[in-house]
């Protein structure tokens, strides 16, 4: 019977270390955290543009970063994208047409 009601207390304990994560952080959790936090944070940003002007991508969307330059506010799909663009913002600017 001890037996028995510590094989019942092993295998719950084992169901809830499995249930609970174990404290392991699951990095696709976290980058969708991350991706509805940055939704939310630009949500009421007024962009001075409609698409990536580094990639082309839509950001009606998703908007991943900001910059400003020369008195606007340009969405990008991504850091990478914003950071190519300031690198040299008047080549992609003068792409786009803005």
């Given amino acids: 019977m001890v037996s028995k009601r ?3 207390l092993l295998a719950a304990g ?5 249930a609970s994560g174990c404290g392991v952080r699951n990095g696709a959790t976290d980058k969708a955290r991350e ?3 940055a939704r939310a944070s630009f949500a009421n940003v007024h962009l001075d543009n409609s698409n990536d002007l580094v990639c082309g ?3 009606a969307a998703e908007v991943g970063d900001t ?5 606007k506010v340009f969405g990008f ?7 190519k663009f300031a690198a040299n913002p008047s080549q992609y600017l ?3 047409g803005e």
Avoid: V
Wanted: proline share 0%.
């Fill in 35 to 37: 991706q509805q936090r």
């Fill in 14 to 18: 084992c169901a809830l270390f499995l």
């Fill in 67 to 71: 910059a400003h330059y020369a008195g």
């Fill in 57 to 59: 991508m839509s950001l």
């Fill in 77 to 83: 799909c991504s850091q990478g994208c914003k950071e």
């Fill in 94 to 96: 003068a792409a786009s």
């Fill in 6 to 8: 510590i094989s019942f």
